[in-house]
């Protein structure tokens, strides 16, 4: 079975550039979560969709940053403009359903703004 | 709201040895779970084991057993015959109401 995919897996851009980011989660896994990892720290939960529904974007910075999983399959996390502070790994996970309690993350993709 | 602290930010061990990796929580869901979860270098994050907070006997798979001490709100994760393989990032993560709270996580390197 296919675990979680995510691309890029690195991506370097300069200051105030766009830059998105892919998640195909396991197939049949209805939720699909964002999170942010900064350096030495542990994951942060940015977004929570139940099929194609964000239904916890309360730690989203929605000035600059936006999601969509438009089909409640595969998902796209974008931030325009980047600063050199969104530097981190950008982690994609799912669970069966909103009643699982496990997450299956992905490899992640590590940006880094300059 | 959950919060989970990590207080060793590195550990090492000799290999073949035991090692114990400390974990305290709070949260006010009275349905909740535990987990370790591993991140070796550059790799990602893998599920070791899992606690849930209603079951009292303690969780094990093969090298890997947790202490979990509800009470005290402690949840200490110990690796027996430690292995190189075992060298990586450890993190302590609460889970309730659908949301994922991990603390800051320990190195853990293995001495051959």
């Known amino acids: 079975e296919a675990g979680v995919v995510q691309s890029p897996r690195y991506k370097i851009i300069e200051k105030k550039q766009p830059v998105a980011f892919w998640c195909n989660p396991i197939?049949?896994?209805?939720?699909l979560y964002w999170y942010l990892q900064n350096l030495g720290q542990g994951p942060e939960l940015l977004i929570r969709?139940?099929?194609?529904?964000?239904?916890?974007d309360s730690q989203l910075p929605k000035d600059r940053f936006s999601a969509e999983r438009l089909k409640g399959v595969d998902s796209t996390l974008k931030i325009q403009p980047a600063e050199l502070g969104d530097s981190a790994v950008y982690l994609c996970?799912?669970?069966?359903?909103?009643?699982?309690?496990?997450?299956?993350f992905g490899p992640g993709t590590r940006l880094t703004v300059t | 709201a959950q919060t989970v602290t990590q207080s060793q930010p590195e550990m090492s061990v000799q290999e073949a040895e035991t090692v114990t990796l400390s974990c305290t929580y709070d949260?006010?869901?009275?349905?909740?779970?535990l987990f370790w979860y591993k991140q070796p270098p550059s790799r990602q994050m893998i599920l070791v084991i899992r606690?849930?907070?209603?079951?009292?006997q303690n969780a094990t798979e093969n090298r890997f057993s947790v202490n979990f001490q509800k009470a005290a709100k402690s949840f200490s994760l110990k690796i027996s015959d430690s292995q190189l393989g075992d060298a990586a990032m450890y993190f302590c993560?609460?889970?309730?109401?659908?949301?994922?709270?991990f603390g800051q996580g320990t190195r853990l390197t293995i001495n051959p």
């Open positions: 996970a799912s669970s069966l359903d909103q009643g699982s309690r496990e997450q299956y």
């Open positions: 197939s049949g896994h209805n939720t």
């Open positions: 969709y139940e099929n194609e529904e964000a239904v916890d």
């Open positions: 949260t006010s869901e009275s349905d909740y779970y």
């Open positions: 606690q849930e907070a209603y079951k009292q």
């Open positions: 993560a609460s889970e309730g109401a659908q949301k994922l709270v």
